[in-house]
Structure formats: structure tokens, C-alpha cells
């Protein structure tokens, strides 16, 4: 019976956890086609800035060694004793580099990945985002249990 419910992608209730209403919801609605997310799920504009709590704490190097990799914001390689910033996605910059690039945009010039903003109306709208991802999630595995 239990695996039954894990390929529904369904579990138990643990104590004290409502039932998804939002499950049933979505169930109800694809049964009747009624299902269309409205969500578009872009941003119209470039993030804001990263937060300075984010930037203040990304790790920094000084170089050690001469190396033929490249900073990808200015194409210059790393010297000797520049001074260079790990993004959390672990690709690393010139310090002055970076730093300029995430005063204006909060995501990895390399790919793209995400520090965190000050700014309220963003962050809740990445919140939404991950609610619809998630929720477009639930759907299809609801969907492919239906219908395969
Ligand atoms: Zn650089
Ligand atoms: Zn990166």
C-alpha cells in the first residue's frame, strides 16, 4: 500500500500536516482540463544587485601563482598577487571584477547562479517562481501516474 502512494508521488500525512489541498486542487482541475498556469515565470528586467551580507561573505584569494586561467568578466588572466573572489558556484573572478558585476546583477556572469538580493520585490518573485516550478513538479507527476 505504501508504494503504492510513492508512485502516486503521494505519502502519508505525518502528525499534525494538513492534507495538500493544492494536489487535490490540481487533480481536480486536470481531470476537468480546467488547468492553465497564468505564471510566466520570467523576470522582466536583469536581478538586482547581490546583497552586500552575500558579497561581504564570498571567499577571497590572493593569487599565488601565475596561470593561464582567465577572469570571465574582463578575459585577463589571474597574476601574481591579484586579489580574486569565489563565487558559492565556486568560479572565480578579480576581486574588482566581480565586485562591479554584482553591483549591478545578483547571478554568476559564468552560470548564472544566484546569490541572494536586498531586494524584497525580487526575492518574493523567485519565491513564486519555485512555487510554480514546484508546482508544475506536483502536476506532472501527477499527470505521468495518471497517464502512463
Ligand atoms: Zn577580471
Ligand atoms: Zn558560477
Redesign the pocket.
Known amino acids: 500500500m505504501a508504494d503504492y502512494y510513492q508512485e502516486m508521488g503521494w505519502r502519508e500525512l505525518e502528525d499534525g500536516e494538513q492534507p495538500n489541498h493544492l494536489l487535490h486542487m490540481a487533480r481536480f482541475l486536470i481531470d476537468f482540463g480546467l488547468y492553465e498556469d497564468n505564471f510566466t515565470g520570467e523576470w522582466p528586467r536583469l536581478p538586482p544587485a547581490a546583497s552586500k551580507e552575500a558579497v561581504k561573505n564570498l571567499k577571497e584569494f590572493v593569487i599565488e601563482k601565475e596561470s593561464d586561467k582567465n577572469c570571465p568578466i574582463c578575459l585577463k588572466k589571474f597574476h601574481l598577487n591579484d586579489k580574486a573572489k569565489e ?1 558559492p ?3 572565480l573572478f578579480h576581486e574588482k571584477c566581480i565586485l562591479t558585476w554584482l553591483d549591478q546583477t545578483n547571478s ?1 556572469p ?4 544566484e546569490l541572494p538580493t536586498d531586494d524584497e520585490g525580487y526575492e518574493t518573485f523567485k519565491k513564486e517562481k519555485k512555487r510554480a516550478e514546484q508546482r508544475r513538479e506536483d502536476l506532472e507527476t501527477l499527470h505521468n501516474s495518471m497517464f502512463s
Open positions: 563565487m558556484c565556486q568560479h554568476c559564468f552560470c548564472r547562479f
